[in-house]
């Protein structure tokens, strides 16, 4: 809805909802004034005036909303339903699915508050996992490497597709055109390359759950159902996963090269 049409619907709901059940009657037209430049209807009601664009009642004439008889203005029973319709807000039918919260992030040197649905992803659940001593299951830094991870694959455009393609089946690009890998952008073959190296630090062992995962967003349960893995040893090998790779993208500590000897040691040139 556009600006100006919200602003209409705004307009005819304060109308409707100041016109009383009985209606009016067009008692004067007034001018545009120095500052206006549409002149407005006067409304004689029983408790009181009121002052109506004339492209106000067009449009709730055109809507169905109110009756015109000459002078003589009265609201439909449709009336009402709009004002309803309106004023009533929608059932968020996905709130029962969704556990939102209120978190803070940063935004270059700013701050932003922001609502996180911690039922979006397997990552977000997992920081609510705690071990035996009531501390979190998995460490903030290694929830932070999956979603780095999980990031990259998103950028790389790694996701399978699951919606309908329009384009035709049968090939029709012309000899030498360009295609597949050529046609990503730069940010997304950087992605993959990321996505690569993070999967080699990892190794055959636990490149797998860090996968189905992290960027599958497959649960626990389901990844021990499909690999035939005992009960709660996808946990295990997840967090050995995300730790491994927060050390893969952690720098290494730059160690200062210090020179030992007297003075003098170093040979004259």
């Known amino acids: 809805m556009t600006e100006n049409a919200t602003k209409a619907v705004s307009q005819l709901l304060r109308f409707l ?73 929608e059932p968020d039918f996905a709130r029962p699915h969704r556990d939102l919260t209120e978190a803070t992030i940063a935004i270059g040197d700013e ?32 929830v932070a490497a999956g979603e780095r991870l999980h990031a990259d694959f998103t950028r790389g455009q790694l996701q399978p597709q699951i919606t309908m393609r329009f384009e035709p089946r049968l090939g029709t690009n012309v000899k030498g055109a360009r295609g597949g890998v050529a046609d990503l952008s730069d940010s997304a073959v950087a992605a993959r390359l990321r996505v690569n190296r993070a999967l080699a630090a990892l190794g055959p062992e636990l490149s797998g759950v860090a996968l189905d995962i992290c960027c599958f967003m497959k649960g626990l349960e389901t990844v ?26 952690t720098p290494p500590a730059r160690r200062e090269t210090r020179h030992w000897g007297e003075e003098g040691f170093r040979p004259e040139m």
Not at 123 to 129: G, K, N, T, W
Request: contains cysteine.
């Open 111 to 142: 701050t932003a508050r922001v609502t996180r649905n911690l039922s979006e992803s397997p990552l977000s659940a997992l920081e609510r996992l705690k071990g035996r001593a009531g501390e979190a299951y998995f460490p903030r830094e290694a």
């Open 17 to 89: 909802k100041s016109l009383p059940p009985a209606g009016g009657q067009i008692c004067a037209t007034s001018a545009p004034k120095a500052r206006a430049s549409v002149a407005t209807l006067e409304l004689q009601t029983p408790t009181a005036r009121l002052c109506v664009a004339p492209a106000i009642l067009l449009l709730a004439a055109r809507q169905g909303l109110i009756a015109r008889d000459g002078a003589r203005i009265r609201p439909l029973p449709e009336a009402q339903a709009f004002i309803a319709r309106h004023e009533t807000p």
């Open 224 to 249: 021990e159902r499909e690999r035939q893995w005992p009960p709660r040893s996808a946990k295990l090998m997840l967090k050995t996963a995300l730790m491994a790779l927060h050390r893969h993208y």
